[in-house]
């Protein structure tokens, strides 16, 4: 077996195999790696020696048998049996996600653990899981996103084939499987990557450090890395998709970006395998061309997630105004139909949060709206709230079926968090399990700062090294059965079916989006082709002009079609679906 590892910076380097040592050679062509040549099988343990270092593992490992900390594995990804064979899921425009945390969807918190859900998922109408992040990190419960060892799957989720078994299982069950990986940031705890070469630099900053090297001396190599990082998720482990966190702190000022480079090698590998794959950006910056053609401009990326139908909905529901929120809040219902016809509320607007003007207006012509993801709810939304609370902490059932309504009939595919689809009273909390004694306390010491300098008590704030606070935010399997969380789930349903019934729903002309609403009343309406959306925020009953013809389809409390004089009285907290 041919072991490889890019050190360019060292006068010696070895190979540490199972015990023995093995010297290890340059590269004759590429400058700057290393290679040796050992006998090696399927979960054999090995490091690297840099000069007279202690023994690392391997940037490109793709197994942490023991954590970050530990000896990396040999991992034969051909020896997997796949008893599955998988073309692809729909395409984004008909595409229903769920976003999904392994540790906290089941008490097990391992993906074996969350196989006897698939089935539920499946018959609920979701088209494909979006799994947050795998990547091993320090101790047992995380969130993931201070994970290291891009390449490898967390072992207390079961490792390599334990992700390899759960997509197998998902597309049996005709599930896409789509993955949040991190491109922006690494550790801090447990990365070993400077020491091998100049993955990261100086010359940018961002909120975790130094930025991740994509310009920089030596760049070409880290920005293979991940590119192949990327890549070995799709090919090795028959994904669908991966979901990029944060790209907006990719610093990088190549003239050929790396996620040009990262969607022209995605498409290259979809063409390749003979299935679709596709990249979902988060991104804050407002700006169409994460999405747009390469040909036309754009970085190519496929979909982006869209924070500000998230916040003009959120706003909407709420009337919360802090932080971010306090544009939107000003007047929701018009910010809510601004997103849902326009997709940015700003695009190029003042941004009190910001200080600044933000934002760029999407081609409403050229842009279909499937390259945007419309959602109520997400991990960041939620668990960055001081006590993880669910909109169904303070909602009534009427506002989280409302809440449904705009999401599942918005132009945008749709995205549901984990547990929403009921009306989870379950929170979701910020939770780490960092086995550094410094970083444990500067991380809870960190959290209670920032949530007591907005009024919060320092006792109110859950401490996230607690592992009571990591068992609070796994959902309670018992509640979908059980009222008013079955009715909830019901009317997600019927909503996904009407997905599928109804073309209308996937249209991806945004220009075709007519929105109507009183800020006052509180009310809102939308067509999507032969379909008007009716939605009621207000405690009070209200009477809506919508015109005449037309049907109920699918109504959260009793209602009757518009009459001659196209008048339709709609209950208080209440939605519905009409269509021809």
């Not at 209950?571 to 679906?577: G, R």
Request: charged fraction near 20%.
């Amino acid at each position: 077996m041919l072991f490889e590892v890019w050190a360019p910076h060292t006068d010696r380097a070895a190979l540490l195999l199972e015990g023995a040592t093995h010297p290890m050679r340059r590269h004759p062509v590429r400058a700057g790696w290393w290679l040796a040549e050992a006998d090696a099988h399927s979960g054999d343990r090995y490091g690297y020696v840099l000069d007279d270092g202690p023994v690392l593992p391997d940037p490109r490992s793709r197994r942490q048998p023991d954590g970050p900390d530990g000896l990396s594995a040999v991992v034969v990804h051909e020896s997997f049996g796949w008893g599955h064979p998988w073309r692809g899921g729909p395409p984004l425009q008909r595409a229903v996600l769920y976003e999904l945390h392994i540790g906290t969807f089941t008490p097990e918190g391992t993906l074996d653990a969350a196989h006897q859900h698939l089935a539920g998922l499946a018959e609920l109408g979701i088209t494909h899981i979006e799994l947050m992040p795998v990547c091993p990190f320090p101790g047992r419960h995380g969130w993931g996103y201070e994970g290291v060892s891009l390449w490898a799957v967390h072992e207390p989720y079961g490792g390599p084939d334990a992700l390899k078994r759960f997509v197998d299982a998902a597309h049996a069950h005709g599930l896409g499987v789509v993955l949040d990986v991190v491109h922006n940031h690494l550790g801090p705890s447990g990365n070993y990557l400077p020491a091998f070469g100049p993955y990261f630099t100086d010359t940018h900053h961002t909120p975790w450090g130094s930025a991740v090297n994509l310009d920089a001396p030596g760049s070409d190599e880290v920005r293979a890395f991940l590119l192949e990082s990327a890549l070995a998720w799709l090919r090795d482990y028959h994904l669908d998709g991966l979901r990029l966190d944060a790209v907006h702190a990719l610093a990088d000022t190549r003239a050929h970006t790396f996620l040009e480079e990262l969607s022209t090698a995605v498409d290259a590998l979809a063409a390749e395998l003979g299935r679709p794959l596709f990249l979902i950006a988060e991104s804050d910056a407002c700006d169409p061309r994460t999405t747009t053609p390469r040909d036309e401009g754009g970085t190519g990326l496929h979909a982006q997630w869209n924070d500000d139908f998230h916040h003009a909905l959120h706003t909407a529901l709420t009337g919360e105004s802090q932080g971010y929120y306090a544009d939107f809040a000003r007047a929701p219902l018009s910010a809510l139909a601004k997103t849902l016809a326009r997709v940015f509320f700003h695009d190029g607007t003042y941004s009190s949060f910001r200080g600044r003007t933000h934002g760029r207006p999407v081609d409403r012509v050229r842009t279909p709206a499937h390259r945007f993801l419309g959602y109520a709810q997400t991990h960041d939304q939620i668990g960055n709230r001081a006590q993880g609370d669910r909109l169904s902490a303070t909602l009534s059932p009427g506002l989280l079926a409302c809440a449904a309504t705009l999401t599942l009939t918005s132009p945008f595919p749709p995205m549901l968090f984990m547990g929403e689809e009921w009306g989870a009273r379950t929170p979701w909390q910020f939770f780490t399990d960092h086995t550094d004694p410094e970083l444990s306390r500067a991380v809870r010491e960190g959290r209670r700062r920032e949530f007591t300098s907005h009024g919060w008590a320092a006792e109110d704030v859950p401490d996230p090294q607690d592992p009571g606070t990591r068992r609070r935010s796994c959902l309670d399997w018992t509640e979908p059965a059980a009222e008013p969380h079955a009715r909830l789930l019901a009317w997600y349903r019927r909503l996904i079916a009407l997905r599928y019934e109804r073309p209308d729903l996937t249209d991806p002309d945004l220009a075709a989006v007519k929105v109507a609403y009183d800020e006052e009343a509180r009310w809102l309406t939308y067509r999507r082709g032969d379909l008007r959306v009716v939605v009621n925020l207000s405690k009070e009953a209200v009477t809506i002009k919508l015109g005449g013809g037309g049907r109920v389809l699918a109504a959260w409390e009793p209602v009757e079609a518009p009459g001659a004089d196209g008048l339709m009285l709609m209950p208080p907290e209440s939605c519905a679906v009409l269509g021809r």
